[in-house]
Protein backbone atom coordinates (compact mmCIF):
# COMPACT_ATOMS: atom_id res chain seq x y z
CA UNK A 1 0.00 0.00 0.00
CA UNK A 2 1.11 3.43 -0.91
CA UNK A 3 1.37 6.30 1.55
CA UNK A 4 -1.17 8.12 2.76
CA UNK A 5 -2.72 9.82 0.19
CA UNK A 6 -2.13 13.97 -0.39
CA UNK A 7 -6.28 13.75 -0.81
CA UNK A 8 -6.69 14.29 2.76
CA UNK A 9 -9.11 17.12 2.01
CA UNK A 10 -11.01 14.97 -0.50
CA UNK A 11 -11.19 12.37 2.05
CA UNK A 12 -12.39 14.42 4.86
CA UNK A 13 -15.17 16.34 2.87
CA UNK A 14 -16.70 12.87 1.22
CA UNK A 15 -17.00 11.89 4.83
CA UNK A 16 -18.93 14.39 6.18
CA UNK A 17 -21.43 13.61 2.91
CA UNK A 18 -21.42 10.23 3.06
CA UNK A 19 -22.19 10.98 7.03
CA UNK A 20 -24.78 13.70 6.20
CA UNK A 21 -27.08 10.64 4.98
CA UNK A 22 -26.08 9.47 1.78
CA UNK A 23 -26.83 5.66 0.86
CA UNK A 24 -23.68 3.67 -0.57
CA UNK A 25 -26.21 1.04 -2.07
CA UNK A 26 -29.37 0.12 -2.52
CA UNK A 27 -28.67 -3.52 -2.68
CA UNK A 28 -30.75 -4.43 -6.34
CA UNK A 29 -29.42 -6.78 -7.93
CA UNK A 30 -28.34 -4.60 -10.90
CA UNK A 31 -29.37 -0.94 -10.42
CA UNK A 32 -26.88 -1.01 -6.69
CA UNK A 33 -26.20 2.69 -7.36
CA UNK A 34 -29.61 3.99 -7.61
CA UNK A 35 -31.37 6.03 -5.21
CA UNK A 36 -28.65 7.84 -3.52
CA UNK A 37 -29.84 10.84 -2.24
CA UNK A 38 -28.99 14.51 -2.74
CA UNK A 39 -27.20 16.06 0.22
CA UNK A 40 -28.09 19.59 -0.34
CA UNK A 41 -29.88 22.05 -2.67
CA UNK A 42 -28.52 25.26 -3.33
CA UNK A 43 -29.82 28.62 -4.67
CA UNK A 44 -29.19 29.49 -7.28
CA UNK A 45 -26.68 32.44 -6.15
CA UNK A 46 -24.94 29.26 -4.51
CA UNK A 47 -22.82 27.24 -6.01
CA UNK A 48 -24.08 24.04 -7.33
CA UNK A 49 -24.92 21.15 -4.76
CA UNK A 50 -22.74 18.21 -4.78
CA UNK A 51 -23.73 14.19 -4.21
CA UNK A 52 -21.53 11.30 -3.03
CA UNK A 53 -21.54 8.99 -6.50
CA UNK A 54 -19.96 6.26 -7.81
CA UNK A 55 -16.85 6.11 -9.34
CA UNK A 56 -15.18 2.78 -10.73
CA UNK A 57 -11.94 1.94 -11.41
CA UNK A 58 -10.06 -1.21 -11.90
CA UNK A 59 -7.85 -3.18 -9.27
CA UNK A 60 -5.93 -6.83 -9.21
CA UNK A 61 -7.75 -9.52 -7.24
CA UNK A 62 -7.45 -13.49 -7.13
CA UNK A 63 -9.70 -13.82 -10.19
CA UNK A 64 -8.03 -10.96 -12.40
CA UNK A 65 -8.65 -7.36 -12.57
CA UNK A 66 -12.34 -6.59 -11.50
CA UNK A 67 -14.08 -3.31 -11.16
CA UNK A 68 -13.99 -1.53 -7.54
CA UNK A 69 -16.43 2.09 -6.66
CA UNK A 70 -14.81 4.95 -4.62
CA UNK A 71 -18.12 7.27 -3.80
CA UNK A 72 -17.23 10.74 -4.87
CA UNK A 73 -18.05 14.11 -4.34
CA UNK A 74 -19.82 15.08 -7.92
CA UNK A 75 -21.89 18.60 -8.50
CA UNK A 76 -25.61 17.94 -9.28
CA UNK A 77 -25.85 20.57 -12.47
CA UNK A 78 -24.54 17.60 -14.87
CA UNK A 79 -23.89 14.26 -12.95
CA UNK A 80 -23.48 12.60 -15.71
CA UNK A 81 -20.69 14.55 -17.22
CA UNK A 82 -18.69 15.33 -13.57
CA UNK A 83 -18.71 11.30 -13.07
CA UNK A 84 -17.03 10.76 -16.01
CA UNK A 85 -14.53 13.87 -15.62
CA UNK A 86 -13.69 12.14 -12.47
CA UNK A 87 -13.35 8.58 -13.60
CA UNK A 88 -10.86 9.77 -16.71
CA UNK A 89 -9.26 12.64 -14.87
CA UNK A 90 -9.03 12.40 -10.89
CA UNK A 91 -6.94 9.38 -9.47
CA UNK A 92 -8.50 7.06 -7.41
CA UNK A 93 -8.72 7.81 -3.33
CA UNK A 94 -7.46 4.38 -2.70
CA UNK A 95 -3.81 3.76 -3.71
CA UNK A 96 -5.07 0.05 -5.15
CA UNK A 97 -7.03 0.67 -7.71
CA UNK A 98 -6.46 2.35 -10.86
CA UNK A 99 -8.11 3.54 -14.13
CA UNK A 100 -7.64 1.36 -16.99
CA UNK A 101 -8.37 4.58 -19.60
CA UNK A 102 -5.76 6.05 -21.47
CA UNK A 103 -4.05 9.56 -20.08
CA UNK A 104 -5.74 12.56 -21.77
CA UNK A 105 -9.12 11.32 -22.56
CA UNK A 106 -11.75 13.07 -22.12
CA UNK A 107 -15.63 13.91 -22.95
CA UNK A 108 -15.96 16.06 -25.93
CA UNK A 109 -18.91 17.51 -24.51
CA UNK A 110 -22.01 16.90 -22.44
CA UNK A 111 -23.48 13.56 -21.78
CA UNK A 112 -26.88 13.58 -22.98
CA UNK A 113 -29.76 11.23 -23.28
CA UNK A 114 -31.15 9.81 -26.62
CA UNK A 115 -34.01 7.63 -27.22
CA UNK A 116 -33.69 5.60 -24.24
CA UNK A 117 -29.92 6.00 -24.55
CA UNK A 118 -26.98 7.36 -22.75
CA UNK A 119 -24.74 9.25 -25.31
CA UNK A 120 -20.99 9.42 -24.01
CA UNK A 121 -18.93 10.81 -26.82
CA UNK A 122 -15.10 10.98 -25.77
CA UNK A 123 -12.02 13.08 -27.55
CA UNK A 124 -8.46 11.85 -26.79
CA UNK A 125 -8.66 8.55 -27.47
CA UNK A 126 -5.01 7.59 -27.08
CA UNK A 127 -3.09 4.20 -26.70
CA UNK A 128 -5.48 0.98 -26.32
CA UNK A 129 -4.99 -0.10 -22.49
CA UNK A 130 -3.44 -3.37 -23.98
CA UNK A 131 -5.72 -6.25 -24.93
CA UNK A 132 -9.13 -6.66 -26.02
CA UNK A 133 -9.69 -7.83 -21.90
CA UNK A 134 -8.77 -4.70 -20.65
CA UNK A 135 -10.75 -2.51 -23.43
CA UNK A 136 -13.54 -4.33 -22.92
CA UNK A 137 -13.10 -3.71 -19.03
CA UNK A 138 -12.55 -0.19 -19.19
CA UNK A 139 -16.01 -0.08 -21.07
CA UNK A 140 -17.76 -1.42 -18.14
CA UNK A 141 -15.98 1.32 -15.96
CA UNK A 142 -17.41 3.34 -18.00
CA UNK A 143 -20.91 2.23 -18.46
CA UNK A 144 -21.43 1.49 -14.51
CA UNK A 145 -19.93 4.98 -13.56
CA UNK A 146 -22.13 7.08 -15.88
CA UNK A 147 -25.42 5.23 -15.09
CA UNK A 148 -24.69 5.00 -11.15
CA UNK A 149 -24.40 9.15 -11.61
CA UNK A 150 -27.75 9.34 -13.49
CA UNK A 151 -29.46 6.44 -11.16
CA UNK A 152 -30.23 4.46 -14.45
CA UNK A 153 -29.72 1.35 -16.15
CA UNK A 154 -30.72 2.91 -20.02
CA UNK A 155 -27.64 1.38 -22.01
CA UNK A 156 -24.41 3.78 -22.78
CA UNK A 157 -24.14 4.61 -26.32
CA UNK A 158 -19.88 5.54 -26.94
CA UNK A 159 -19.49 8.25 -29.58
CA UNK A 160 -15.63 8.80 -30.83
CA UNK A 161 -14.86 12.21 -31.66
CA UNK A 162 -18.85 12.72 -32.07
CA UNK A 163 -19.38 9.81 -34.39
CA UNK A 164 -20.35 6.27 -34.07
CA UNK A 165 -17.59 3.31 -34.63
CA UNK A 166 -17.89 -0.28 -34.51
CA UNK A 167 -14.50 -0.49 -32.48
CA UNK A 168 -12.79 1.49 -29.46
CA UNK A 169 -9.07 0.98 -30.02
CA UNK A 170 -9.42 -1.89 -32.52
CA UNK A 171 -10.16 -4.14 -29.66
CA UNK A 172 -13.73 -3.78 -28.23
CA UNK A 173 -16.98 -3.60 -29.57
CA UNK A 174 -19.17 -0.18 -29.85
CA UNK A 175 -21.32 -0.68 -32.41
CA UNK A 176 -24.17 -1.02 -30.56
CA UNK A 177 -25.53 0.51 -27.05
CA UNK A 178 -23.25 -1.06 -24.15
CA UNK A 179 -25.28 -2.79 -21.26
CA UNK A 180 -23.79 -3.23 -17.57
CA UNK A 181 -21.72 -6.79 -17.83
CA UNK A 182 -23.03 -9.43 -15.16
CA UNK A 183 -21.51 -7.76 -12.29
CA UNK A 184 -20.29 -11.22 -10.48
CA UNK A 185 -18.03 -11.46 -13.40
CA UNK A 186 -17.15 -7.78 -13.41
CA UNK A 187 -16.63 -6.11 -9.83
CA UNK A 188 -14.95 -7.64 -7.53
CA UNK A 189 -17.32 -9.71 -5.06
CA UNK A 190 -16.30 -7.86 -1.86
CA UNK A 191 -15.70 -4.02 -1.44
CA UNK A 192 -15.54 -1.52 1.10
CA UNK A 193 -17.60 1.43 0.70
CA UNK A 194 -17.13 3.61 4.01
CA UNK A 195 -14.98 4.59 5.20
CA UNK A 196 -13.04 6.11 2.13
CA UNK A 197 -9.38 4.70 1.90
CA UNK A 198 -7.04 7.32 4.16
CA UNK A 199 -9.95 8.19 6.50
CA UNK A 200 -9.65 9.98 9.35
CA UNK A 201 -12.78 8.69 11.97
CA UNK A 202 -13.50 8.84 15.76
CA UNK A 203 -13.43 5.70 17.82
CA UNK A 204 -16.42 4.14 16.71
CA UNK A 205 -16.27 3.25 13.55
CA UNK A 206 -19.19 1.90 10.85
CA UNK A 207 -17.90 0.15 8.15
CA UNK A 208 -20.47 -0.28 5.30
CA UNK A 209 -20.17 -1.73 1.94
CA UNK A 210 -21.78 -3.92 -0.46
CA UNK A 211 -20.80 -7.64 -1.20
CA UNK A 212 -21.56 -11.08 -2.83
CA UNK A 213 -20.54 -14.14 -0.87
CA UNK A 214 -21.25 -17.53 -0.23
CA UNK A 215 -24.19 -17.28 2.61
CA UNK A 216 -24.05 -14.00 3.04
CA UNK A 217 -21.27 -14.61 5.53
CA UNK A 218 -17.76 -12.12 5.30
CA UNK A 219 -15.20 -11.79 7.65
CA UNK A 220 -13.16 -8.87 8.54
CA UNK A 221 -10.36 -7.95 10.30
CA UNK A 222 -8.47 -4.84 11.51
CA UNK A 223 -4.71 -4.84 11.61
CA UNK A 224 -1.81 -2.91 12.72
CA UNK A 225 1.12 -4.40 10.56
CA UNK A 226 1.22 -7.91 10.44
CA UNK A 227 -1.10 -7.64 13.83
CA UNK A 228 -4.74 -8.65 14.03
CA UNK A 229 -6.18 -6.27 16.55
CA UNK A 230 -9.77 -7.16 16.27
CA UNK A 231 -12.26 -9.70 14.36
CA UNK A 232 -15.41 -10.69 13.07
CA UNK A 233 -18.01 -11.60 10.61
CA UNK A 234 -20.71 -9.26 9.05
CA UNK A 235 -23.84 -10.65 7.34
CA UNK A 236 -24.77 -9.45 3.95
CA UNK A 237 -28.51 -8.64 3.33
CA UNK A 238 -28.77 -11.98 0.91
CA UNK A 239 -26.52 -14.18 0.00
CA UNK A 240 -24.88 -14.94 -3.54
CA UNK A 241 -25.63 -11.62 -5.19
CA UNK A 242 -24.70 -8.22 -4.70
CA UNK A 243 -25.90 -6.89 -1.48
CA UNK A 244 -24.80 -4.26 1.38
CA UNK A 245 -23.28 -5.04 4.37
CA UNK A 246 -23.02 -3.07 7.97
CA UNK A 247 -20.92 -3.35 10.89
CA UNK A 248 -19.15 -1.73 13.80
CA UNK A 249 -16.34 -1.94 15.83
CA UNK A 250 -14.60 0.12 18.91
CA UNK A 251 -10.70 1.00 17.87
CA UNK A 252 -8.25 3.13 20.55
CA UNK A 253 -6.71 5.89 18.50
CA UNK A 254 -4.08 4.60 15.97
CA UNK A 255 -3.76 3.97 11.91
CA UNK A 256 -5.04 0.33 11.24
CA UNK A 257 -5.76 -1.22 7.91
CA UNK A 258 -9.60 -2.87 7.34
CA UNK A 259 -9.79 -5.74 5.80
CA UNK A 260 -12.78 -7.37 4.77
CA UNK A 261 -12.69 -11.02 2.72
CA UNK A 262 -15.08 -13.45 1.18
CA UNK A 263 -15.90 -16.66 3.21
CA UNK A 264 -13.98 -19.33 2.19
CA UNK A 265 -16.33 -23.13 1.64
CA UNK A 266 -13.49 -24.84 -0.15
CA UNK A 267 -10.83 -24.35 2.87
CA UNK A 268 -8.29 -23.39 0.44
CA UNK A 269 -9.32 -25.67 -2.42
CA UNK A 270 -10.32 -22.99 -4.79
CA UNK A 271 -8.77 -19.25 -5.94
CA UNK A 272 -7.55 -17.13 -3.05
CA UNK A 273 -10.82 -15.01 -1.83
CA UNK A 274 -11.02 -11.74 -3.05
CA UNK A 275 -10.96 -8.95 -0.26
CA UNK A 276 -11.00 -5.10 -0.39
CA UNK A 277 -8.46 -2.82 2.43
CA UNK A 278 -8.96 0.97 3.68
CA UNK A 279 -6.23 2.58 6.24
CA UNK A 280 -7.86 4.51 8.40
CA UNK A 281 -6.70 6.63 11.38
CA UNK A 282 -8.40 6.88 14.64
CA UNK A 283 -8.29 9.71 16.41
Request: glycine content about 12%; aromatic content about 6%; hydrophobic content about 40%.
Amino acid sequence: MRPLPVRRLVVVALAVLLAGGVAACTGSGNADDRAIPTTSKAPTSAPPATRALPVYYAADTSAGVRLHREFHAVTLDDPGTAAVREMLGTPPIDGDYRTLWPTGVTPRGPVTRDGGEIVVDLTGIGRAPGSKQAATLALQQLVYTVQGALQSTDPVRVLVYGQRADRLWGLADIGAPLGRGDQTAVRSLVQIDSPADGATVGREVVVTGEAAVFEATLPWEVRQGERVVTSGFATTAEGQKFSPYRFGVTLEPGDYVLVVTEDDPSGGAGRAPMTDTKRISVR
